[in-house]
């Protein structure tokens, strides 16, 4: 089996960490420790020591939920269908998970954001990935573009907020509530196409 490479180990370590206890109480030692790394090694890959890992943290860790949002809508010919999948599967994951933070990118942005300027940005960069692939997966599915962002903006928005209340609460409700709320909103836009309203101009198309 191959090697995991140093630098990859570090981002992986950086990012559970930064998923369970956030930015501030991440200390270099414990990322070091926790990717069996020497500590030069952080610098050797990483000039710009914690921040630089913890931004390779969140490109690397927001690729990948990238990635298992899109596999969890893509099965679903009908957005709302895929959105209140999606949103079941992360309240199951979540419980199971003992209510532990499920994102370490919403961690981080929500801690950081006036602090951290330029991991405020990353966070950003993540977030924007993560809406233009939804925006191409719902327009693919017949909404207009205008509204296929939108809607995954909403998405987005609505699963971080729903992450925060259901660990306060620990209670699934919230991602359910949530989930059903999007997928409402997903049938009203896709009842907007069906009736031939363009949602952009308000009118009828003929």
């Known amino acids: 089996m191959a090697r995991v490479k140093t630098d990859e180990r ?3 370590a950086m990012a559970e960490l930064l998923r369970r206890q956030g930015y501030a109480a991440t200390g270099i030692k414990q990322v070091v420790e926790a990717a069996d790394a020497p500590i030069g090694s952080i610098y050797h890959h990483f000039a710009g020591g914690k921040r630089d890992v ?3 943290a969140l490109r690397q860790s927001g690729a990948a939920y990238g990635e298992l949002v899109g596999m969890l809508l893509a099965p679903y010919d009908d957005p709302a269908e895929g959105i209140e999948a999606a949103f079941v599967a992360a309240a199951e994951t979540i419980e199971q998970g003992g209510w532990l933070n499920m994102c370490p990118v ?10 951290e300027p330029a991991l ?3 966070a950003a960069e993540v977030m924007s990935s993560w809406i233009d692939a939804g925006t191409a997966l719902f327009a693919a599915r017949g909404l207009a573009p205008a509204d296929a962002r939108s809607l995954m903006s909403a998405v987005v928005s609505a699963l971080e907020g729903a992450f925060i209340v259901a660990r306060t609460q620990r209670s699934t409700g919230p991602l359910l509530a949530a989930g059903r709320a999007m997928g409402s909103y997903a049938r009203a836009l896709g009842a907007q196409v069906g009736s031939g309203a363009n949602s952009e101009s308000g009118e009828v198309l003929r």
């Open 54 to 56: 913890a931004a390779a």
């Open 120 to 122: 405020r940005e990353v």
């Open 10 to 12: 570090i981002a992986v």
């Open 106 to 115: 919403g961690t981080v942005a929500g801690e950081i954001a006036d602090a």
